[in-house]
């Protein structure tokens, strides 16, 4: 480990770089004893990164924006990324021609980063709130060595919470319900919230959708793809361990985890700077020499390709793998038949309470001109799934409801979401053909996620009423017996 030592200014740029997303949000939402606000009135200081601060605003207050979009990059140093420049004159355009411009709202600077100002504005049409987050640059007065401009919650979203000594219990319950609440009505948010207080849980509930397009809820069953976020947290872990002089940007990974076991990627490149970027000091190689038959499929490299590629390192036995893509749903086709059979007899091989005859009830079904709808998967030119539906008969005489099954996914590509995009794909052709709803016999902890629930009123004769499970896609549930089509006895 290193040796605590005065950090450089590359280092502190690449530093605050990494730190200042996370860090925004606390600035203007959250004052702590280490931020000050410079008055009282939401007023730009007299720095020298204030008066460009100063400047910038007037420019897009005043200019047209295309005059704005030549000027802008003129303010921005060269230690700002191309990408991080365009966004940034992008944002500001955008609130020139779009928002009738900005106003001021509330002016903080950080003294533990001198040169940082963050400056709260909202749009003048609609109210919109943002936060330009901005350094200058002390080699280069005049311009900006960093600036940000990052969409901002709404300060009424925390109205009423305490701005000194916290909240605790049933207050913090109703702060943490009613922001949750605000989220999910105007921000369109989906998603968890767990907070714990001394090692217990004292809230836990969750908001939004978890499937717009049928308008399933989310709850804590709920697999949220998070892309790379948690690369967000290792970086700014890093540049915290930067700061504190217990490693270095230019370190490499065999310094640290010698032991790791791809001695290329030990001797590589630095792995600090690479975290910014979310390279891991590297970009993840590509074999572009795909077999032709994986199309939808990416080589990754986890080490890079030794010179006899193709054979594999003993001492590396996970040096690559197959990543899927997402599934192609489609419509069969008539040479689909013989592999959807295939898949449907390997799903049910093993299934518990399986009859065995799934593939025969398809082809009854396909035979009768009642399998309405038939959705495969295909993985490349594999085909790994396939959903069947076909139109029931209730006894109260309503119309427009078909049932859901079998649905089947090879055994070695199931838990990949294969039957979620079959689910979700089928349900979605339910409400292009106006179907009134969709019935099924299967595992409720597993359904419910799709909006399917256990209806007293529907009744399926002869098996337990709460494997039976409706989806309403237009108007009330209807009190009745349900009765499918004759293919569903079918045995050979």
Known sequence: MHTHRPLSRRTRLIGRRLVAGCRAAAL??????????????????????????????QQVDSAAPAQLEQWLPGILSDTIGDQDKAAFVAGLVSAARDGGGLEVSDVRTDARHPGVLGVAVKARRDGRPALLWLTGDP????????????PMDDPRLYAGWPTQGGATGAGLTRLLRGALD???????????LTVQQAGSVVFDECRGLAERNVGVPADHRTRFHVGSINKMFTAVAIAQLVEAGK?????????HLPEYPCQAVRAGPPRGKGAQTHHAGRRPQVDRQLPPRHPSTTHLSRCPPHANHGVANPSLPHRTRWIPMNPIIRDET???VDAIARVTVAAFANAAHASHTEQFIVGALREAGQLCVS???????DLVGHVALSPVTLSSGDTGWYGLGPISVRPDRQGHGIGAALMAAAIRRLQTMGGAGCVLLGDPRYYARFGFRTCPQLVLPGVPAAYF????????????EVSYHPAFEAVG
Request: aromatic share 4%; proline share 8%; glycine share 8%.
């Open 469 to 480: 499970q409706a989806l309403p896609l237009a108007g009330k549930i209807p009190v009745a």
């Open 375 to 381: 959705l495969v998967a295909l993985e490349g030119d």
């Open 247 to 255: 490693l270095s940007w230019d370190d490499t990974l065999a310094q």
């Open 334 to 336: 008539p040479g689909d």
């Open 28 to 57: 203007l939402a959250f004052a702590g004893p280490a931020l000050a606000a410079t008055d009282a009135r939401p007023t730009l200081p007299d720095t020298a990164t204030g008066r460009v601060a100063r400047q910038l605003l």
């Open 182 to 192: 605000r989220l999910a009505q105007h921000e369109d948010f989906s998603g968890c």
């Open 139 to 150: 080699d280069n007065p005049g311009r900006l060595s960093e600036a940000m401009a990052l």
